[in-house]
């Protein structure tokens, strides 16, 4: 194997475990905070919301800091930072004895996590210009994987060991992917150079940044992607039961309801980067895009289960091209020395899509039906694919962009 294939095989276990571990505790959280004293099920609830929250809250504010120190100091070392800091706030959650305690551990997680926009800057920059959609894919196909199989292997240990050894596995597993990631990954930076650059603060950046129009318009696609899938989670599991009735094997329904879009979109990601390898990152976003925005109008129109499980699947493949192309895209229009921190106000995207959407379609249950929401999401998407295409398609420039910022 050659270099740029062992980071990846490195950083994609990175980020299963990564991922993995900060959505395994979904199944038994609010169990968890029973055995913590709470008793109260409104109060459970509300602790095992805002718990779940915190750690995207503080990785939206903190993302775009690290990606500085990144460009800065190199990406292997945030991943490093990233990876063994992880690890040691995972173990702790599980001596955790009250519900404060495991707030402020999820936030402090959430602070100095990182892995994932540290890998993409890093696979980048060192992966040859015409494999880099495959690598892109294949990197999403990992966190994908992480996410899907993280509530499910949680739930599994969480009967067989118990809670707290939970949290001490995943710590263990973190610890030894980032020691991986030490021996195995190498990196092309010159520190010296990167040293040589003045400094530039996270808002100067953000304001350079949001000169190359085509930067905030895929920052906009990785929000409302992540926005548009979660709005409707809050209400699936009701959906799953008005369609299949509330008879036995409900729960294994809404389950495999929820996790199907994820497994087409894990399959998917490789396939559509390589392709886009062939055809043009460019081209697979616009199909993406619309494919994704018709897939969730016959979400509303189903009558069984078995029909919104093949809407799902199909929408997932369609998912699967979108964030592996916005961070090919990225690469291409980011002003050079910025990757990092490019990279970075992407993640900071989409952890407010991942906080924003389950709030805002909860609160939007009153008002509107699952099925009302899911013909919402499919407009949300036609319009920023035209966004997209005004700004991205339309309005860029024909000289290269890193050239333009040059100049």
């Known amino acids: 194997m050659v270099r740029w294939q062992i980071n990846l095989v490195v950083l994609w276990l990175g980020q299963f475990l990564v991922m993995g571990g900060m959505t395994m505790i979904v199944p038994f959280l609010p169990l968890y905070l029973q055995d ?30 690290w990606g500085s120190l990144a460009d800065r100091y190199g990406r292997k070392v945030m991943l490093l930072r990233s990876g063994f800091g992880m690890a040691i706030v995972m173990t702790l959650m599980g001596f955790a004895t ?4 495991l707030l402020i551990l999820r936030m402090l997680n959430g602070t100095i996590s990182g892995f994932a926009p540290a890998a993409v800057a890093l696979m980048s920059t060192n992966t040859p210009k015409e494999r ?12 994908v994987a992480g996410t899907i199989l993280g509530p499910f292997i949680g739930g599994l240990l969480a009967e067989w060991i118990g809670f707290r050894y939970i949290f001490y596995i995943t710590g263990t597993l973190l610890f030894i992917a980032s020691l991986l990631t030490w021996w195995l990954v190498k ?22 940044i949001r000169h ?68 043009g990152p460019e081209r697979i976003l616009a199909i993406c895009l619309i494919g994704a925005a018709v897939l969730f109008v016959p ?67 009153g008002l509107l039906t699952i099925r009302e929401l899911f013909i919402a999401s499919a407009v949300v998407l036609l319009l920023n694919s035209y966004w997209v295409y005004k700004t991205l398609y339309r309005n860029h420039s024909r000289l290269n962009p890193r050239a333009q910022q040059t100049s």
């Open 299 to 365: 979400q509303a129109l189903v009558h069984n289960v078995w029909q919104l499980f093949a809407a799902r699947f199909g929408l997932g493949i369609f998912m699967g091209g979108l964030l592996p192309t916005v961070n090919a895209l990225i690469r291409k229009y980011t002003p050079e020395g910025m990757e990092s921190r490019s990279y970075s106000f992407n993640t900071s995207a989409l952890s407010l899509g991942n906080m924003s959407g389950p709030v805002i379609g909860g609160a939007l249950s």
């Open 212 to 279: 190359v129009k085509q930067l905030p318009s895929l920052y906009a696609v990785t929000f409302i992607i992540q926005f548009a899938m979660l709005s409707t989670m809050p209400l699936m599991p009701l959906f799953v039961g008005e369609l299949h009735g509330q008879s036995e094997g409900l729960a294994f329904f809404a389950g495999l309801v929820s996790s199907i879009t994820g497994f087409s979109n894990m399959v998917a990601s490789p396939l559509l980067g390589r392709l886009s390898d062939r055809i």
């Open 98 to 101: 009250n519900a404060w305690q």
């Open 36 to 65: 913590l004293g709470l008793t109260d099920s409104h109060e459970i609830a509300t602790w095992a919301g805002i718990i779940f929250a915190g750690n995207f809250v503080t990785s939206f504010l903190f993302q775009p800091f």
């Open 132 to 143: 880099i959609g495959f690598a892109m894919g294949t990197l999403q196909s990992g966190a």
């Open 187 to 208: 990196e092309k930076f010159n520190a010296r150079e990167a040293a040589a650059k003045p400094k530039v603060s996270i808002a100067q950046s953000f304001e350079l």
